[in-house]
């Protein structure tokens, strides 16, 4: 009897989670099976294309300087997206979490995540209309300051570290605002009451415990800027060339697809190695 | 004291990445109703780049397909998510924690990655680029999300109410239609809302996976501000983000976010 019935569970379960994990099988974990194996492959093997197994892409990496200089300006230009995204989230959460209370700091953290759930390229959009030189920026500058000041930045890295903090700060706000909110005022009170000042307590109380919920920020942001194209091309014009606009190329422009899925294949393996470094403390912050 | 300028310089502080934050968003709001073609100011009141909208086919064909496809979408992801949230919520079983672990590949790795990735292997089997890759595409995507939000509506189920029908002689198609589903509904309404967004703000992947002339409207969108844009590029953007935003907000009213409550 229980046997049975341990058999009808096992059979649910197979029904309702196949379909979902079947799709993404198709979907994710194929692909990037099938982009493992071009990523050996001399040519595009449809069609009559003569083709062979060969390393050559992987030695293109690390014989032509180009693709690795191009993957360290990439990481980067993560970092200092994250740093600038971690140094002014982190007191926006603190507030968020810390001063403001009740209703409003409801409506406060919805108005700060919102943006987050829009279209990104929009977004990055909107700034290619406030940054152009003769643009918003420019004209409301110059008709506040008293001397003349030509500002272009549109088209530089600036511009692009701007639409990309612009695009991902929301993250490590939400992360740095629930770690924050876990922290027990009562614990802050006490440290105040044995006269720990306020420097003391945020850095062996606050800091400490929000690490974790910031860290996990930091990771959210950093892995998808490493993999920008999107925004250095709108934003960055003749600077904007990084790692991703480079396989953005080979897949759209030179059709060079297993060079593509070759330079694809070693950005996803620094990408996993920072996701297993930080594993132990996402799995924290999750907590 | 120095705690009261503390507090008001962080409130400060927030009102400046809120300010950060929509800006942008409101000049290029705000540049969709000039009437100038090159962004001139001053600023001249003018509903022409709207309706040059409504007579640009393109751009009318890619709203309707990328409407068309964030709703087959959410469908799919729904349903497929809400499934198996029920079970890896109810049951216990080997491999569990694996198949909780597998839903992180979709969201952590760079879209530019799962993109290029799909398009090869789309190719490789014959289907190649067009409207039902970029569906199956949008769909893993979605998956993962509906999946989270789901599971955590039913993290506040009481599983006692279930037992409770049963003692009173509910088979478990009744517990499931009268109980559970009611329950849990906000939690599919809310990750219905997220795979939609999810979909109709997808730009990475879309873009490798449609084909050109038979794009989505961001892959349109990305085109044309490469190409040189007029604010006609504004209005279709306000349009989006107002849809997108909206979308989100009746969504914060089903779940919220992760946050307190």
Known sequence: MSNMLVKQDRLRIFGLLSPAYLWLTVAIFLPLSAMFYFSFLSEVPFGDAEWNFTTDNYRAFFETPTYAILLWKSIKLGLMVTLTSVLIGFPCAYVLAKTIQGRSREALFLLVILPFWSNSLVRIFS????????????????????????????????AIVIGLVHSYLPYVILTAYLALQAIDDSLI???????????????RIILPLSLPGLLAGAVLIFVPVVGSFMEPRILGGRVGTYYGTVIEDQFVAVFNWPLGAALSFILLAVVLVILALASPILRKAQT | MSTLILKRLGKIWLALILFFLYAPILVMAFMSFND???????FEFSLRWYQDLAGNSEIIAAATRSVLIALIT??????????ASVALFRFEFKGKRILQVLLFPPIAIPWLITGTAMLIFFFGIGLGRGTPSVIIGHVALALPYVIVVVTARLA???ATLEEAARSLGANSWTVTRRVTLPWITPGIIAGALFAFAVSFDQFVVSYFLSEPGDSTLPVLIYTAIRKGFTPEINAISTIIITISMAVMLIAARFSNFGGER
């Open chain 1, 127 to 158: 700034w290619a209309i406030v940054l152009r030189g003769n643009g918003v920026l420019d004209r409301t500058l110059n008709a506040i300051l008293p001397f003349e000041l030509d500002i272009n930045l549109m088209f530089s890295t600036p």
């Open chain 1, 189 to 203: 009170d006490a440290a105040r009451s044995m006269g720990a000042g306020k420097i003391t307590i945020l850095r």
């Open chain 2, 36 to 42: 100038s073609q090159y962004y001139q100011l001053p």
């Open chain 2, 74 to 83: 959410t469908i799919i992801a729904t349903t497929l998510g809400t499934a």
């Open chain 2, 156 to 158: 506040t189920f009481d």
